[in-house]
């Protein structure tokens, strides 16, 4: 399932890319792209970095094991809140597409943050990791195509 949500995603985000080459939308490609970058794989580094080390140390390194105690999820509220905030303060609100894709975005923050909640006072990630870990990153990849949804609906000027 998480493989099918990410080569989805990855298609998505390839399409939004061929679509603004198409469209000839050269500023809102590249304000999408430094969103992708600075919003979006630099949120992802200090997971990165754990990794690294896990790795460096001599440690078994599974994505189970990185990525159990849902830091995801605080990464997919962050990108979310940013995206919203965004959406906020353009006139791009008002329209039903911001309406959907902010009302939506919001729910997946929620929901986000509150799966976080669950995920690390629980018992979750002892006895079944990898239930933790298949929540995170469907949450997570789900939270990041709202938020570029919504971060592309903030740029458009119509």
Request: aromatic content about 10%; charged content about 10%.
């Amino acid at each position: 399932m998480v493989i099918t949500l990410t080569i989805i995603i990855m298609i998505i985000i390839i399409g939004i890319y061929l679509y603004f080459w198409k469209a000839k939308a050269d500023s809102l490609r590249e304000k999408f792209t430094i969103w992708l970058i600075f919003s979006v794989v630099l949120a992802l580094t200090p997971i990165g970095f754990n990794g690294i080390w896990t790795f460096i140390s001599g440690k078994d390194l599974t994505i189970t094991q990185l990525l159990k105690n849902g830091e995801l999820l605080i990464i997919a509220v962050a990108i979310g809140g940013d995206a919203i905030g965004k959406l906020f303060l353009s006139d791009s609100l008002k329209k039903i597409s911001g309406i959907i894709s902010g009302g939506a975005c919001f729910l997946f923050v929620i929901y986000s943050a509150y799966s976080f909640a669950a995920i690390s006072t629980s018992s979750i990630a002892a006895t079944d990791p990898s239930r933790a870990v298949i929540i995170s990153i469907a949450l997570f990849l789900l939270t990041v195509l709202l938020s570029g949804t919504c971060v592309v609906i903030a740029e458009i000027k119509l």
